[in-house]
Nanobody, 125 residues
Framework: QVQLVESGGGLVQAGGSLRLSCAFS????????MGWFRQAPGKEREFVAL?????????DLADSVKGRFTISRNNAKNTVYLQMNSLKPEDTAVYYC?????????????????WGQGTQVTVSS
């Protein structure tokens, strides 16, 4: 059974940076598409980024984070990262790591079968 554990959230001022980590266990890491989603209070969970190692490291980013966030993975450490720069108050949310086995990379939360517990990111103005 796949398990995901996020870390790295916290409180940061606008313009600052954070790096989230997600540790994967329970199966073969490089067979999975890894994604990051976020959910702000009163809002639906939304796609942030994904990385698909199976096809040469395809990366997709939400328009709202392009140029500020990057996603990467270390297959030797079974870990995926979300580097968040130039943070804005509207980035405040609980950030979730997710894993999708097989299929086509997609930005829909319903496509991901395993989820972490989430880590809070708060950006103050």
């Amino acid at each position: 059974q796949v398990q995901l554990v996020e870390s790295g959230g916290g409180l940061v001022q606008a313009g600052g940076s954070l790096r989230l980590s997600c540790a994967f266990s329970g199966d073969t890491f490089n067979r999975y598409i890894m994604g990051w989603f976020r959910q702000a209070p009163g809002k639906e969970r939304e796609f942030v980024a994904l990385i698909d190692w199976r096809i040469g490291g395809r990366i997709d980013l939400a328009d709202s984070v392009k140029g500020r966030f990057t996603i990467s993975r270390n297959n030797a450490k079974n870990t995926v990262y979300l580097q968040m720069n130039s943070l804005k108050p509207e980035d405040t949310a609980v950030y979730y790591c997710a894993a999708q086995f097989g299929g086509v990379p997609n930005a829909k939360a319903s496509g991901y079968g395993a989820w972490g517990q989430g880590t809070q990111v708060t950006v103050s103005s």
